[in-house]
């Protein structure tokens, strides 16, 4: 069966190898003559699934014993509601970096439940979050509850180049389009939160880390379902969790440890991000728009400069078979996202194919 | 590859023939080069499934046009929150009807929220719980802001076999155990909600059919993605929505359209619960718990009477490929859930066991 190059930004693609194998689970979990999406859930292989999903991703990230790992479910966005939910105690009070998109909606969503402040913003960056702000501890309320950073931004393909240092004040990082790309010192975080979809598997799910004693504050009419201490407490079977994502998610897991785990990640996604970014460094046609000292190693955002070149370069792709090359909506332009399961090779590809294209279809000088 | 007979309650059992077909896509969705899971969420490949699925139930259940259909995550349990969430007025009031854990679970949810009552239980029914209550229109508030029921309890196996009259209070029914078991008028609700794990698709999908007046009275910090009228009016696609389940489910309803529809559904329910209970009522060796005029079609619940007899009926069972026959927890005894994936022939050898078990394990006088 062929496959193609898929730069999808999201749902990204999946490794071949876990699709194989949850194909061969389908009808049958383990020849148990059922799917594994069929289990009972007071079953023990229901939640065998479950806990042996959270083992390979404490092995992966080595997240240390104190802090809880919780499957939910509602992607980054029920999240952007469910950290102040969680996290605010009686002042009320957290800081929000501005990255762009995802970071103002999580700022929004928090300002329904307390005082919300933007500690720093790159939204007057010029082109506008192009660039991450370089904070220092005394940006930051000394009172607030939490300071809240989305690691990366998928739409104008920055990162944070740098753990803001918040002193005592809890970091939560909405980690969605980077997590697994590399090892992360969770320690330096109160929360990470990632939905599925980019680098851990299909939409439905998120993976949240948190701090043990940042359980047990939720606002008292926080729906149950969102409330971190409750899920804790039921190993994230608070209500029968979405087991096809969580199966798919530790067949990922595993797949990783067996390549090499993080570091190995983290070599392949610079190798990756290195091979296209230094194409479009050396040559005039294309132009990275991220800060180069902010650019994100998933989510490579470039453009002709030509929004008519800039759909052809789509369309043409699309019939080499390098799909999903459309930038967000928002910004227009080419993004490629290249999270783990998009091989080195895709990229060679996409690099030969950017070359042949700025020979084949010149820029009109004006 | 044998299929056991599989009478989880929950995840229940899916049609063979959809899962073929989801494993027939997986790697390569009809011929794109990759999974129906691995598609942008911005494509219209991808809004196209989300889409048609919408379709396909509007015309299986059909669903008047001032009706909305929503796909959510969370399953039931969330929408305990959402719908007082959504539909509570200034007031903040709204009556409730307990037969059961679920409806129990709903009613201390909904109490975050506002002033909320229970109109009639039948937890004062010997044995508890197994009936429904009979109520009329002097049971409830009249300036309630809507009734909230369980049409069909799992744990006991009850079902209500009216739908109570409101008058003008928008009623709201948890149907996530019966629904597509029999056609319903939805213009008698205000909401149906359902978890998909029964009888529509894997779990971590919501099914909510909402009356289009009551969008839009949300409270202010409802969070984004439980407003409904947020998630109508972006389709479902609010955030990346949960595409597995949802394409899963697109193709339950289309099989359930092959097969005849819901009246179709409703003979096949009723032919199948009927050779159970008329085989339980003939003889003196097991017994049906629920009182005989509340019975659910789909949750067959029934015990020896002797705790040591159920465990060995379930393990025995089991040996046959006759599995997840344990009853809840909470009461113990033998549950069979008969979702439309059990066929009528899983049901004739269940039956064909209970009573070799019968004749193999005579109980002793006491």
Do not use: W
Not at 264 to 288: C, G, H, N, V, W
Not at 324 to 333: E, M, P, R, S
Not at 344 to 355: D, G, R
Request: aromatic content about 10%.
């Amino acid at each position: 069966m062929d496959r193609v190059y898929n730069f999808s930004a999201g749902p990204g693609a999946l490794p071949t190898e876990v699709l194989e194998k949850v194909r061969d689970n389908l009808l049958s979990y383990e020849g148990l003559g059922m799917s594994f999406m069929e289990l009972e859930r007071s079953s023990p292989e229901f939640s065998a699934i479950v806990h042996e999903a959270e083992d390979a991703l404490r092995r992966l990230m080595n997240i240390p014993s104190n802090y809880k790992v919780l499957f939910m479910q509602g992607g980054a966005t029920l999240q952007y509601s469910a950290v102040p939910m969680n996290l605010l105690s009686a002042q009320k009070r957290a800081d929000y970096i501005i990255t762009g998109q995802s970071s103002k909606h999580a700022y929004s969503e928090a300002k329904k439940y307390g005082d919300i402040a933007i500690a720093a913003s790159s939204g007057g960056a010029l082109p506008a979050f192009s660039a991450v702000p370089v904070t220092s501890r005394s940006d930051f309320r000394p009172d607030a509850d939490y300071v809240h950073i989305c690691f990366s931004d998928q739409v104008y393909g920055t990162k944070f180049h740098y753990i803001p240092d918040t002193g005592n004040i809890p970091l939560v990082a909405d980690m969605s389009s980077c997590i697994l790309s590399e090892p992360i010192d969770v320690t330096r975080f109160g929360v990470i939160y990632a939905s599925a979809q980019q680098n851990i598997g299909p939409a439905g799910l998120t993976v949240v880390i948190v701090r043990g004693d940042l359980l047990g504050n939720a606002r008292p009419d926080t729906p149950s379902l969102m409330n971190y201490k409750l899920m804790y407490e039921s190993s994230s079977m608070y209500n029968t969790p979405p087991i096809f994502a969580i199966y798919t998610a530790k067949l990922v897991f595993e797949r990783i440890a067996e390549l090499g785990g993080l570091d190995e990640m983290k070599r392949r996604t610079e190798k990756k991000a290195s091979l296209l970014y230094d194409f479009i460094d050396k040559q005039p046609y294309y132009t990275a728009t991220a800060d180069s000292r902010c650019r994100s190693m998933t989510n490579v955002v470039f453009t002709t400069g030509d929004g008519e070149l800039d759909r052809r370069f789509i369309a043409e792709a699309k019939d080499r078979g390098l799909v999903n090359l459309a930038g967000d909506k928002t910004i227009g332009g080419m993004r490629a996202s290249m999270y783990n399961s998009v091989s080195y090779q895709a990229v060679q590809k996409l690099v030969e194919f950017m070359n042949e294209f700025a020979m084949n279809n010149p820029k009109v000088q004006t």
